[in-house]
């Protein structure tokens, strides 16, 4: 149960662990496409400062040119980006069938999350999540990252809502109890969760029924 359900205007959904169900799958590929160690990638890539990437302070681009030329890696860094981009996006399908459910019942929704701007346009052009969302935030393009309260407020502050006109969909405690504490209703996502969350949405999703 949602407290205050009925005053829910806008739903930002999380990517990563919630419309992302991709897993771990993007190490298997980096091994059997491009021939790399995926864990000596992601030590040298994202294990130093991974927040700087997160806020937009460095470009993933120019840490996989730089993994390139220490590595020795024959290909190029857009070959890697490419393979990363394409297997870190497999959509839950119950949530987006749940997702064009509130987008009829007048549900406006966003993505909210913590990823670098290059991943973000992908996932908005290429991953086509601009067809099915209302705007995308991403803490590359923003400058700040969950849970600080500055990321909720961005989203705020464009939407033009109310913090209690918001329902934050997330899979980290971390990025709840922030958004709670801002005043923001919350449900904080399981795994396998699709179907708790519909019990949660329905009068939401009655609405579309109308």
């Known amino acids: 149960m949602i407290e205050g359900i009925e005053n829910i205007r806008a739903i930002a959904w999380d990517f990563n662990g919630v419309l992302n169900i991709a897993g771990d799958g993007w190490r298997a590929a980096l091994r059997a496409e491009l021939g790399l160690d995926p864990e000596a990638f992601e030590q040298a890539v994202f294990k130093r400062n991974r927040r700087a990437l997160q806020i937009g302070e460095d470009d993933i681009l120019d840490r996989l040119e730089a993994f390139v030329a220490e590595s020795g890696f024959e290909g190029n860094a857009e070959d890697i980006l490419e393979v990363l981009f394409e297997q870190d996006n497999a959509p839950d399908r119950e949530l987006l069938l749940m997702i064009a459910q509130l987008d009829r019942a007048g549900v406006a929704q966003v993505m909210a999350t913590n990823c670098d701007a290059r991943r973000a346009r992908f996932l908005a052009v290429e991953g086509g999540w601009a067809e099915r969302f209302d705007a995308i935030f ?47 209703q919350v449900w904080h996502y399981q795994s396998g969760g699709a179907m708790a969350l519909a019990q949660a949405l329905m009068p939401l999703l009655l609405r579309a029924e109308d």
């Open 138 to 184: 991403a803490s590359g393009e923003l400058g700040v990252a969950k849970p600080d309260a500055g990321f909720f407020q961005r989203i705020e502050e464009a939407m033009k809502l109310a913090p209690e006109e918001l329902l934050l969909i997330d899979d980290r405690e971390r990025n709840i109890d922030a958004a709670d504490t801002r005043g923001w």
